[in-house]
């Protein structure tokens, strides 16, 4: 399979409505696209992934030390590197809502 297919993967399982699945089998089915891409040759941890996702925890309004464990689990990560990711997910500045979504008059 090539890395797209399996960012697919990660992508629509982020999409997933809490509703509908608990977080623990969303971790379970994360950590199993990781096994299968490992066993596939594809790396799916790069640090892009960990600060986008600690970017979007963080979007979710979850305290810190909550993303770190998060980050910890899903990625296999130090607290110290998990710490790092969250730093670098700060750095990012979301766009506010309907900011470039006007109209001009």
Same mark, same amino acid.
């Given at each position: 399979?090539? !890395?797209? #297919?399996?960012?697919?993967? @990660?992508? =629509? @399982?982020?999409?997933?409505?809490?509703? !509908?699945?608990?977080?623990?089998?969303?971790? +379970?089915?994360?950590?199993?696209?990781?096994?299968? &891409?490992?066993?596939? =040759?594809?790396?799916?941890? =790069?640090?892009?992934?960990?600060?986008?996702?600690?970017?979007?925890?963080?979007? +979710? &309004?979850?305290?810190?030390? +909550?993303?770190?464990?998060?980050?910890? !689990?899903?990625?296999?990560? =130090?607290?110290?590197? #998990?710490?790092?990711?969250?730093?670098?997910?700060?750095?990012?500045?979301?766009?506010?809502? &309907?900011?470039?979504?006007?109209?001009?008059?």
């Amino acid at each position: 399979m090539r !890395s797209e #297919a399996f960012r697919d993967l @990660l992508d =629509g @399982l982020n999409s997933l409505d809490l509703a !509908s699945v608990t977080q623990q089998d969303k971790d +379970e089915f994360r950590r199993l696209i990781f096994q299968v &891409g490992a066993a596939h =040759g594809v790396s799916l941890l =790069g640090p892009d992934e960990r600060v986008r996702t600690a970017r979007q925890l963080l979007d +979710e &309004g979850l305290p810190r030390p +909550e993303v770190r464990d998060r980050l910890m !689990s899903r990625f296999h990560v =130090g607290d110290s590197q #998990a710490y790092r990711d969250i730093t670098a997910a700060l750095q990012i500045v979301p766009k506010p809502a &309907g900011f470039w979504d006007y109209k001009s008059a």
